[in-house]
């Protein structure tokens, strides 16, 4: 059997175990596995697109951050944006040249690893007879079918331990900290960092906040001799009524959300005089070495991967259903988002300890 890999979307810790994981798995049943570079673009790259796995190439990867095959997160096979000689762009839909690509190649199947934007990506080449197989990646945690994506623990541990550090400062200065993380529309990292880190006030995208309640929230604290305090927002968290706020719109792709957290800090120091200041951890938490717990998903993620491949079983999603790794469908796995539940057990915690989630 011959099996293509690929790492498409967002970097996420982790991916380079999964990577081992199948490369050492395939090869000890004796079958070979070609990466593709940066997402699908390297089936249209001649072999410098691809990379031939074996033992010596994913030897040491496994606490390497980033991915070894590279990855893009813009310009999908279906709607390529090219950019003509007079600025002129025109979306171009390259994927019959790459599933050539693919047979040319005698490829038996590919496995994916990648978000939702990957798993979509992946099902519209399932239709069109590439045999996939997905492993949910994304340090967001916003994919459906699964307990936990790969990516999110390592990035949630770094949040963790950033938003730790900022009580010191917050305290020393009389400050209110704001730090503004990443996750997308879900709210899992900031809730779940937010919790671990003990910050005094969270806002996610799930419930829309209140200024006057977040603010109300943060005076309370001032008048009861706490006159500081560390507030958590994620990405897509926004006020009521409003829309969320955003860095920049490109063409054939999703807003890349952000900003958010220094219009919240600039509020709180205009309606409570507290002094603030606001930081973004952006890209950090995507970078270094996956937690144990993601090298271990990404090593049984990346092993049922090959195990269903050697079975035949294409067209189908990893699946975490603890204790056992199992699979779903394309279908059942896109059919399904995963937000924050409004009876979350970590937003019932977060209220009960009088963590102010800015909503009435
Ligand atoms: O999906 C992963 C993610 O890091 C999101 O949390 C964030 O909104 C987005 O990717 C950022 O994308 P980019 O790398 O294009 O800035």
Known sequence: MHLLINTGGGDAPGLNAVIRAVTLSA?????RVTGIRRGYSGLLEGESGLLRLNR??????????????????????????????????????LSDR???????????????LGGDGSLRIAARFREKGMPVIVVPKTIDNDLGGTEATFGFDSAMSFATDAI???????EAHGRVMVVELMGRYAGWLALHAGLAGAAHAILIPELDFDWDVL????????????????????????????????VRQETSKEPTLGGIGALVAERIAERTGFETRSLVLGHLQRGGPPTPTDRLLSLRYGAEAVRLAAAGQWGRMVSWQPPRMTSITLDEALAKTHAVPADDDAIATARDFGVCLGDA
């Open 56 to 93: 010596d190439i994913v030897r040491g990867i496994i606490d390497r951050g980033g991915t070894i095959l590279g990855t893009v997160n813009r310009g999908q096979p279906f709607e390529y944006p090219v950019h003509g000689a007079d600025g002129a762009v025109t979306v171009t839909d």
């Open 215 to 246: 603010c109300a929230a943060l005076v309370h604290r001032r008048d009861t001799g706490r006159p500081f305090a560390v507030v958590v927002v994620a990405e897509g968290a926004k006020p009521g009524g409003a829309a969320r706020v955003v």
């Open 164 to 170: 730790t550090r900022l009580h010191s400062t917050a």
């Open 27 to 31: 090869i000890r049943r004796g079958f």
């Open 98 to 112: 790459m599933m050539d690509a693919f047979r040319a190649l005698g490829a038996d199947g590919l496995i994916a």
